[in-house]
């Protein structure tokens, strides 16, 4: 690998101290190195046109190494993803089950990324879109998860769910979680979710705090296609939800409205240099937690 893009999120790396150490040693190694610094990463509405390259990534990069957490690196793969370029992921968080490489651990990478010694792991996303009176309003990528929820007033909201344009049931709950394996360790594990493998091929679906006793997650085919309508409330009530795209990209819903999710065509690559397994990772991190 020769070029380099550097994504830091400026929250975690305030001094640019770990940011500068990077590109110091790469341009040492005869890299070249570009460096974006993002200041805040906090949820920002679907845009109905985005562009297809926002962070004016150079098209011949061969690696973008993300500084952050796992929400800076989720944010770059959906700015990224139609590039097709492999992302590496540097935890100055907490809990990070993308960004694999700890603080501790970038001079080794780095040694590996110069020398090309590394895997490229795929991954699934997920593409999801909302229709309203049979209209697209927005559409947007997710690496983790797609999340409809209530906003506004605290109250109980029904949604109906149909897969494949068969009516699958009606929840009475606070949403709705639809995870890829990726995500399965996110949102959908806190609601009570299953912890899936990050290569399995498949979605994961789980109401949350749902206002039932018998209510369980649905595992779902990766060629499946998830349609989750906001229903009438009680007495004809017009019910507030929103979508949220990788606890990012948002988009305020209402009765009547559809939203439609089902694999993308296409991936996103991580870059893998640990020898740790999945479980052994998963251990770690909730013996952390």
Do not use: W
């Amino acid at each position: 690998m020769n070029k380099f893009y550097i994504v830091t999120n400026r929250d975690k790396d305030p001094q640019l101290e770990t940011t500068n150490y990077i590109c110091e040693f790469l341009k040492e190694h005869g890299r070249e190195v570009t460096v974006l610094s993002r200041e805040s990463l906090g949820k920002y509405a679907v845009r109905e046109s985005r562009e297809h390259n926002p962070l004016q990534i150079p098209e011949d990069t061969d690696c973008i190494l993300v500084l952050g957490g796992d929400g800076t690196l989720l944010q770059t793969a959906r700015d990224t993803v139609e590039l097709g370029i492999p992302l590496l992921g540097i935890n100055l968080g907490t809990l990070g089950f993308l960004a694999e490489v700890e603080k501790a651990g970038i001079p080794e990478a780095l040694e590996h990324l110069i020398a090309d010694e590394y895997e490229t792991e795929e991954r699934m996303l997920l593409t999801g879109k909302v229709l309203r009176n049979g209209e697209e309003i927005c559409s947007a990528h997710a690496l983790n998860d797609v999340v409809v929820n209530r906003c506004g007033r605290l109250m109980v909201l029904s949604y109906e769910v149909f897969v494949n344009g068969q009516k699958l049931n009606r929840y009475q709950a606070d949403g709705m979680i639809v995870a890829t394996p990726t995500g399965s360790t996110g949102y959908n594990m806190s609601a009570g979710g299953p912890i899936v493998a990050p290569g399995a091929q498949l979605m994961v679906m789980t109401p949350i705090c749902p206002h039932t006793l018998n209510t369980r997650s649905i595992v779902l085919s990766a060629q499946d296609r998830v349609e989750i309508v906001i229903a009438q409330g009680r007495d004809e009530q017009v019910q507030e939800a929103e979508i949220n795209f990788d606890g990012g990209l948002t988009q305020k819903l209402m009765t009547g409205d559809r939203v439609v999710m089902q694999r993308s065509e296409q991936t996103i690559k991580l870059i893998h240099m640990s020898k740790v397994s999945f479980l052994e990772t998963l251990h770690r991190k909730m013996s952390e937690s």
